[in-house]
């Protein structure tokens, strides 16, 4: 996802619905494109008013014949022959990468979808408060 229509390419505009951000502003979806990094292209970007950040998928990356590799602090994005393309850094249990060597000036954050089966475990196994928990200290 990204905020910034310019940086893509083929274009599709087309009302795709809407999303909404952790301040409760809801965006619209306005359509997708490509979006070109250096001579990487991330294939079927979706363009979202108000958006500040580029927001890109593992899976987006692995489309593009990219290598997504992360470490405890670093997470490395390379092409198939090994070259690091980007270096990221984890902070707050994100990671978040700076492409303005690869001409251009937003950071983008790399976002996974698990099941739902999947994110219970880790909420499990992180010893997260239960919903019970989080009402119950809500309410004192």
């Not at 910034?4 to 599709?12: E, G, K, T, Y």
């Not at 290598?67 to 994005?77: D, M, N, P, S």
Request: charged share 15%.
């Amino acid at each position: 996802m990204t905020g910034d229509r310019s940086q893509l390419v083929n274009f599709i505009q087309k009302f795709l619905g809407t999303g909404k951000f952790g301040n409760d502003h809801v965006a619209k979806i306005m359509g997708y494109g490509d979006y070109q990094i250096g001579n990487v292209t991330i294939s079927q970007v979706y363009y979202v008013e108000g958006l500040s950040h580029n927001l890109f998928s593992v899976g987006q990356l692995c489309d593009s014949d990219l290598e997504v590799a992360f470490r405890q602090h670093t997470c490395f994005i390379r092409n198939l022959d090994g070259v690091d393309l980007l270096i990221g850094s984890r902070g707050n249990n994100l990671y978040t990468l700076h492409i303005q060597d690869m001409m251009t000036s937003s950071p983008i954050c790399l976002l996974s979808m698990a099941s739902k089966t999947k994110s219970w475990l880790w909420h499990r196994c992180l010893s997260h408060l239960n919903f019970g928990a989080i009402n119950h200290l809500a309410r004192q």
